[in-house]
């Protein structure tokens, strides 16, 4: 018998990802506030598995939407802890509802073009979320796994991590970043 068809590839079929262009810090988009998602479909599957696809690509631990381009509530963020092992969660519209601790530690982020620092962060936050078939989430996050998902949830809200140095700390970087474009040009 003939099945309705909405629009979805028949079960086993391999879904095509592609390597998406990652917009880099001053562009605009990653300072729009991410629209909350609502529809639960192929294309945001897509766009997830398009996302997963750029972040072990580029390399990188974390990706939010903005950073493609798409100003919505979707972020994927590392959890295979090992190389070569791809194993990852997407969070849809995640909320950090509670932190305790704080701790210290290096990041960069792949809009933001040859900057490590040091940040502070909540050592252990609890997240709500959904996941990509809509189903809530509910779980805690400490260490390294919840600095990722705060650094991401960030992006959704137009921050980088470079907002959370001090003025002299991002001074330095918009003056090296100057002269970076300017080599390139
Ligand atoms: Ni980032």
């Not at 979707?74 to 509670?98: G, Q």
Request: glycine letters at 6%; aromatic letters at 6%; proline letters at 4%.
């Amino acid at each position: 018998m003939l099945k309705h068809n909405d629009g979805a590839p028949a079960p086993g079929t391999p879904t095509i990802m592609a390597l998406r262009t990652i917009i880099t810090y001053p562009h605009p988009v990653l300072r729009q506030e991410a629209e909350l998602v609502t529809v639960f479909g192929q294309e945001l599957k897509t766009l997830v598995a398009d996302m997963a696809e750029t972040m072990y690509h580029a390399p990188g631990v974390g990706l939010a939407a903005n950073q493609i381009g798409v100003a919505r509530q979707v972020v994927v963020v590392d959890r295979s802890m090992a190389e070569n092992k791809r194993a990852y969660i997407t969070l849809i519209n995640p909320v950090i509802s509670a932190g305790e601790g704080r701790n210290t530690d290096e990041e960069g982020c792949l809009s933001v073009v040859e900057c490590y620092a040091k940040v502070e962060r909540f050592r252990k936050i609890h997240v709500t979320a959904q996941d990509v078939e809509g189903n809530p989430l509910e779980f805690d996050a400490e260490d390294r796994y919840a600095r990722i998902i705060q650094h991401e949830v960030d992006h959704l809200h137009g921050t980088l991590f470079i907002d959370r140095l001090s003025l002299l700390k991002r001074a330095l970087y918009k003056k090296k970043l100057k002269k970076i474009l300017q080599e390139q040009e």
